[in-house]
């Protein structure tokens, strides 16, 4: 009969893991998996969203100039830093949506479910890499759009957090989006009937106040409003809405989707067979 050595202690039922509160390892390998996967179809995931607002601002600039006169400039600087965030919203959250349910249909999920990464390092890796594609189409998208009108923020904490916030909140929208989608047509029907009309109905492209009164309280209750008037805001020093309840309500909002979550993680559902 052999002995265990003194120095190779029995492991017990729930012992703490090795690698302390985090596992920083762990975590730096899933968001590196995550950013690495869109660089490599970076033309897809980083040059087609910047060419499509660029064409945005081409088309609005070419339709509306001629009939604006002096107010076309205003316009401009108006519409340009609402692409930014609309190139913000859509990426952050295709990012993470794609990466699970592409790790769901290939099955390489059971991946990054196995290794000892708790739920909320999950998350984090997975919002992490979200934020990672948003920020990088907004800095693309706004060095190509400098082109039309200077994009010179008059308030940067308001362009930090509210574009900080918008990526990580959309991530965790795709997250959930891609955890509960079965196949691409799911996901597809979240992207078109959901996030796309609430990205283009929260002013991007022009003011809520010239909305009638009923369309105009609607848009107060639309989160994507609150994200793009607080961007804009940093860069114009005016809003259509009331920048403390912007922050209040974004922060509120990321808080709880945070927390659903973690509670969808640690529950496996439709990620463990």
């Not at 996967?37 to 601002?57: D, E, H, I």
């Not at 957090?161 to 597809?188: N, P, R, T």
């Amino acid at each position: 009969m052999t002995t265990r050595p003194p120095s190779s202690p029995i492991p017990t039922p729930n012992q703490p893991r090795e690698f302390g509160p985090v596992n920083w390892h762990g975590l730096w390998t899933l968001y590196k998996k995550e950013v690495q996967r869109f660089m490599k179809v970076g033309p897809q995931t980083l040059l087609a969203p910047m060419v499509s607002n660029v064409l945005y601002m081409t088309v609005f600039v070419l339709a509306f100039a001629q009939y604006r006169g002096d107010g076309a400039g205003d316009f401009i600087r108006f519409l340009a830093p609402g692409l930014v965030m609309l190139g913000i919203l859509n990426n952050a959250s295709a990012n993470s949506s794609s990466s699970l349910m592409t790790g769901k249909i290939m099955g390489s999920i059971i991946d990054v479910l196995m290794p000892p990464l708790s739920h909320a390092e999950l998350a984090v890796g997975y919002i992490g890499g979200a934020i990672t594609r948003g920020i990088i189409v907004a800095l693309s998208t706004a060095v190509a759009l400098s082109f039309f009108t200077p994009l010179i923020p008059v308030h940067y904490g308001a362009v930090l957090y509210f574009g900080l916030s918008a990526a990580a909140a959309m991530g965790m929208v795709g997250l959930l989006s891609g955890i509960w989608a079965e196949k691409f047509d799911q996901l597809a029907f979240v992207n078109q009937f959901v996030i796309l009309p609430l990205s283009f109905l929260s002013g991007t492209f022009y003011h809520i106040t010239v909305l009638p009164d009923v369309l105009y309280k609607l848009s107060l209750l639309n989160p994507l409003f609150y994200f793009i008037d607080g961007f804009r805001y940093g860069f114009l020093g005016t809003s259509d809405g009331d920048i403390m309840t912007g922050v209040i309500y974004t922060f509120i909002l990321n808080i709880v989707l945070f927390i659903i979550c973690l509670k969808v993680l640690k529950s496996g559902w439709r990620l463990k067979a």
